[in-house]
T-cell receptor, first 114, second 114 residues
Framework: KQEVTQIPAALSVPEGENLVLNCSFTDSAIYNLQWFRQDPGKGLTSLLL?????REQTSGRLNASLDKSSGRSTLYIAASQPGDSATYLCAVRPISGGYQKVTFGIGTKLQVIP | SQTIHQWPATLVQPVGSPLSLECTVEGTSNPNLYWYRQAAGRGLQLLFY??????ISSEVPQNLSASRPQDRQFILSSKKLLLSDSGFYLC?????????????FGQGTRLTVV
């Protein structure tokens, strides 16, 4: 059974700092990995989707990397801003089965202090 | 463009009362639909998913049920709520078939059973 772990559970950084969020998974037979953002009391917003054949994806100040063999992904946020404060979740979809087989991490709660 | 609507945003219900949460998707046909529950300190738990009208798969035995009376409508129900049903409920949709690579989430419903 796939297990997805996100460390740290919470992170507080001053504005402007570059930061890295970590996601690890136990089964490397994945189809893709996705990073989401969740604001308090809201749904999930997709940030980046990395296919298993890719090493990284970039969107603005966000860069996500994937090392499938070691079961790790990182989300790099450059020049953090108070508006980046949210919970960040990663989700891993296995090779077999549809989206119903996706496993979600618990998330990292990020606070960017002005 | 596709949109997903989920309501109500918040709900406080007494123990033993019925429940009906509704989710509708616009701008797509024959989507795969999902109901998740998110509890504090836990990852998203898939409750039900549907690949078509009247086709419901249950992932976790519980006090809840789901129905899909129309192509783009997904309803989560309970005849008698339990305290343990409290949580944050999320509806999501994905494109079926080979494009079933990611899901799009609604804004969620915070259910408190008192």
């Amino acid at each position: 059974k796939q297990e997805v772990t996100q460390i740290p559970a919470a992170l507080s950084v001053p504005e402007g700092e570059n930061l890295v969020l970590n996601c690890s998974f136990t089964d490397s037979a994945i189809y893709n990995l996705q990073w989401f953002r969740q604001d308090p009391g809201k749904g999930l917003t997709s940030l980046l989707l990395i296919q298993s054949s890719q090493r990284e994806q970039t969107s603005g100040r966000l860069n996500a990397s994937l090392d499938k063999s070691s079961g790790r992904s990182t989300l790099y946020i450059a020049a953090s801003q108070p508006g980046d404060s949210a919970t960040y979740l990663c989700a891993v979809r296995p090779i077999s089965g549809g989206y119903q087989k996706v496993t979600f991490g618990i998330g990292t709660k990020l606070q960017v202090i002005p | 463009s596709q949109t997903i609507h989920q309501w109500p945003a918040t709900l406080v219900q007494p123990v033993g009362s019925p429940l009906s949460l509704e989710c509708t998707v616009e701008g797509t046909s024959n989507p795969n639909l999902y109901w998740y529950r998110q509890a504090a300190g836990r990852g998203l738990q898939l409750l039900f998913y549907s690949v078509g009208i009247g086709q419901i798969s249950s992932e976790v035995p519980q006090n809840l049920s789901a129905s899909r009376p129309q192509d783009r409508q997904f309803i989560l129900s309970s005849k008698k709520l339990l305290l343990s049903d409290s949580g944050f409920y999320l509806c999501a949709w994905s494109v079926p078939g080979g494009s079933d690579t990611e899901a799009f989430f609604g804004q969620g419903t915070r259910l408190t059973v008192v």
